[in-house]
């Protein structure tokens, strides 16, 4: 995109502002590069982009067939994402007096740059070799200095999506509203906000799914419950564009794009320079950190020569340390694998113990009486009881998640401890138990009238038959007194055995009613309970193998630099010292700018 198309957009951040942590940064970028740590200051440098820009980078990311595409061509008022479902290219769009577009081709040493219609850009932005798409179109939000960027949202461009999360200002999050968020995309989350902390969720679809309101209910006590303070935000791309080709201002106010945008606005636009400030001083305060590191390590080898060999031993002895760190891997692995296979089959065997428990209390209940007369009650007592069951059995593996996590933490030195864990207990368990079915009607019921009657008939019939030829051999009737009488009480006897079978019939199916709902909420939760121990397991695996990365990166960088010093300035220790030493005090005074900004 030619630097031409966002000359007449708003400035939001504003240079005199920002001045001191631009040159706090090129400072630290001079430092980086006099160490030799050029990954520090390609990362310094993305930092100072960012600073450069007087607009803000909003950024939109999340999985494919969520609605980011449709968000961000309501939010710029034209299609420039392509919403077919199909692959697609990062779009990045910014303010332009007239309707712009280039595609940008890999090239032999660099880029191809074509211009392309703004209108109809999806057979160009099909060809093979084409790496992003840049807009420029005369929008209002684009006019206000935002300068947006939508993410591709499949894995082929994973890398593509991360770097530009790290060049952004803010990040929009959609997720669909159908579902909650999941521990994979908690996880996500957890990423982003390490590297732009300025995180909102989007609840997209909400036109398509009238329960948003819990899913966002949900998604926020999520968030919170993972330390995530973002904010979410319910929209419904559909409704704003219906709302702006029809000029109605209430249903745009329903599609929720007002407020998301009211949002931005109040916390991020008008507050960016401030944002922009607060995002470069974590970033510096974690370069310092590291830079120091190395200098020092150089110092000490040349500050004392003679015991040059001591220190590189020292620094051999870290690295050794972290390497047996390493090492111990397979220790904790295996505690943490075992550990989680008990854990996952102690926490099975309660909720069956449990069920089980509340079968035979409900068993000996139909077995007492009649099922049918209240089933309906019996039905929400048992499913009450299973909900307070379900409970304690999330409440037991929350707690022996934190047992297990302490275990392996146990594996490491003490400065690394246990991770913020995920929320294992169940604050909803009927959100959980939604797709089981409830207790299954009795199909058995009380017999009418009429076939209680026809029942007596049948069983009259017989007595009156029998007695009476009996007592014809007698001279008498077939139907007397005495047959009239046995027909009544052989009717009553069938009668009541009739009432006794369908009872029996009764507690028989209400039995297998409640082992089919038993049955099926084993299988809903045991496999929720099987995914949330996964997600424990994967957190305590990610943290720890981070931390044997970093711990012997950092011992390795250390005494690499404590080597070279050794051997590149004996003879010219002193100038090498004294430049150190200077590197090291306004490294100093870099960090103390840096945290009075």
Known sequence: ???????????????????????????????????????????????????????????VVGEPQSGMSTLVNSLVGVTVSPTDGRPSVPVIV???????????KKAAGGVERQAIDPRHPGPALAVPGVVRAEFAEPSPLLHGGLVVMDAPGSAVHDNVAWSMIAAADVVLYVVDAASELSERQLDYLRRVEQMCPSVICVLSKIDRNPNWSLTLGRDRALLEASGLNFAVAPVSALLHRQATELGDPQRDRDSGVPQLLEHLNDYVITRADAVAISAAARDIALITDQLGATMR?????????????????????????????????ASWQVTLVDGA???????????????????REAEAEITSADPAPKWAEFG?????????????????AHHRAEELAEQVAAKFPPNHRVPTLPELRVTDPDAVLAPVQP?????SAKASIGQQALSALRGSYG?????????????MS???????????????????DDRRARKQRRQAEAKMAVARLVDDVVFQIGKESRNRLRTLQRVLRDHYTDIATEVVRTADDALRAAETAGLRYGQGREHRLAELDANLTRLRSIRQRADAL
């Open 439 to 443: 207790l299954e009607p009795l199909e």
């Open 380 to 396: 929400a007592d048992l499913d009450a009881r299973i909900c307070g069951a379900i409970e304690e059995n999330f409440v037991i």
């Open 297 to 329: 390590a150089e110092s000490d080898a040349l500050r004392d020569p003679r015991s040059r060999a001591e220190i590189t031993r020292r620094l051999a002895a870290t690295r050794a340390e972290a390497e047996a760190l390493r090492q111990r891997t």
């Open 463 to 475: 007595g009156i038959l029998m007695v009476g030829l009996a007592t014809s051999l007698l001279g």
């Open 94 to 104: 910014e303010y332009g007096v007239a309707p712009a577009a280039t595609a940008v």
């Open 341 to 359: 296979a008990e854990l996952g089959a102690d926490i099975e065997h309660d909720l069956r113990h449990r069920l089980r428990t509340l079968v």
């Open 478 to 496: 077939l139907v007397n007194w005495y047959s009239a009488g046995a027909g009544l009480l052989l009717g009553l006897n069938a009668l009541f």
């Open 1 to 59: 995109m030619s630097a031409a198309a966002g000359l007449q957009a708003a400035t939001v951040k504003h240079p005199e502002a920002l001045a001191g942590v631009i040159g706090v940064v090129d400072d630290l970028r001079d430092l980086a590069r006099a160490a030799g740590r050029d990954d520090l200051d390609s990362r310094l440098g993305m930092v100072a982009a960012k600073l450069g820009d007087p607009r803000v980078r909003l950024v």
